[in-house]
C-alpha cells in the first residue's frame, strides 16, 4: 500500500515583542491585528478575532457605517497563542487562498520570529 507524501509547508508568524507577557489581556479583548505571517514570499496582516469580539465589531461598525470590511479575518474560539496558531496552520495548509498580501512588515524590531512548519 502506497502512501500519500504531503508537501511540508514552511511559513513565518511574526507576534508582537509584548504578545507573551500581555496575553491574557489580547485574549480578554478578543482581537489581534499585530499579526504578520510571511508564506511563500509573500507577507499577510491577519485579523484574528474571536467570534464575540468580531461580532461586536461589526454591529458597531453598522451602527456608523454601511457595511464592515476588514481584509485577512481569521475567527477563533478564544485569542490565545494555542488557538492563533493552530488557525494558522490550518489557513497555511489553504495556501492563504483570498487573503490580500502587502509590501512589508512595518519596524520588524517590534516582531518575534516563530518559524513553522506544516
Do not use: Q
Not at 4 to 12: L, M, R, W
Not at 38 to 43: A, E, H
Not at 83 to 99: E, H
Amino acid at each position: 500500500m502506497m502512501t500519500e507524501e504531503k508537501e511540508e509547508i514552511e511559513y513565518t508568524v511574526y507576534l508582537p515583542k509584548y504578545f507573551d507577557n500581555y496575553e491574557w489581556a489580547i485574549e480578554g479583548k478578543g482581537r489581534i491585528a499585530d499579526l504578520h505571517v510571511v508564506f511563500r514570499g509573500k507577507i499577510f496582516r491577519i485579523n484574528m478575532y474571536d467570534v464575540e469580539t468580531l461580532a461586536a465589531t461589526c454591529r458597531g461598525d453598522l451602527e456608523s457605517e454601511d457595511c464592515f470590511t476588514e481584509p485577512n479575518i481569521v475567527v477563533v474560539r478564544d485569542a490565545n497563542k494555542e488557538n492563533i496558531f493552530a488557525a494558522l496552520k490550518k489557513v497555511a495548509r489553504d495556501g492563504f487562498s483570498g487573503f490580500v498580501s502587502e509590501p512589508e512588515i512595518p519596524d520588524m524590531g517590534r516582531y518575534v520570529e516563530y518559524r513553522c512548519v506544516v
